[in-house]
T-cell receptor
Framework: KAGVTQTPRYLIKTRGQQVTLSCSPI?????VSWYQQTPGQGLQFLFE???????NKGNFPGRFSGRQFSNSRSEMNVSTLELGDSALYLC????????????FGQGTRLTVV | GESVGLHLPTLSVQEGDNSIINCAYS??????FIWYKQESGKGPQFIID?????DKRQGQRVTVLLNKTVKHLSLQIAATQPGDSAVYFC?????????FGAGTRLTVKP
């Protein structure tokens, strides 16, 4: 079956702009989690959506938001981009949630200039 | 504060040897632990998980050991192969609040 698909793969944005990233989970999976990965901070949890509801949220400012649609596809949005938002954004899908086997996409590499 | 960390940032082993990657955690309330493998240019890949009511769990060529007394988690890879070269992350979780370690880079020498 198809894996987790993230689009776009690469993105360059200017400070102050906003960006929307998309994640299509594995068919049948209801949980989508988003993570930020940087060389300095490593992998950090952003939020998890399950059946269209945000179930958990990490310690990120309100500029980071997300949503999940009825087909389980998820989007995350970052507003008023800062240079420090440059990172690899990963999403993972699972049937039950983070505390179960999760499958990651290849990520979206966001560069803020 | 609470933290998840790895003892060694890099590990180099000979092909065919066994590898042991270690992870320390300090939140005694964590009840779920995962090991991930991340190859260059790819997202993390789930390897194995373990819940706090277990001490050991085995998969295909991998074993995870959990020592709750000293808050230590380890990943053992048997007969390490070149394809095992990657960065390995441990993660701990409590009520779906997941925290990741910094990662250990495993290099397998032919």
């Amino acid at each position: 079956k198809a894996g987790v698909t993230q689009t776009p793969r690469y993105l360059i944005k200017t400070r102050g702009q906003q960006v929307t990233l998309s994640c299509s989970p594995i068919s049948g999976h209801r949980s989508v989690s988003w993570y930020q990965q940087t060389p300095g901070q490593g992998l950090q949890f952003l939020f998890e959506y399950f059946s269209e509801t945000q179930r958990n949220k990490g310690n990120f400012p309100g500029r980071f938001s997300g949503r999940q649609f009825s087909n389980s596809r998820s989007e995350m949005n970052v507003s008023t981009l800062e240079l420090g938002d440059s990172a690899l954004y990963l999403c993972a899908s699972s049937f039950q949630g983070q505390e179960s086997e999760a499958f990651f996409g290849q990520g979206t590499r966001l560069t803020v200039v | 504060g609470e933290s998840v960390g790895l003892h060694l940032p890099t590990l180099s082993v000979q092909e065919g040897d066994n590898s042991i990657i270690n992870c320390a955690y300090s939140n005694s309330a964590s009840d779920y632990f995962i090991w991930y493998k991340q190859e260059s240019g790819k997202g993390p890949q789930f390897i194995i998980d373990i819940r706090s009511n277990m001490d050991k769990r085995q998969g295909q060529r991998v074993t995870v050991l959990l020592n709750k007394t000293v808050k230590h988690l380890s990943l053992q890879i048997a007969a390490t192969q070149p394809g095992d070269s990657a960065v390995y992350f441990c993660a701990e979780s409590r009520n779906n609040d997941m925290r990741f370690g910094a990662g250990t880079r495993l290099t397998v020498k032919p």
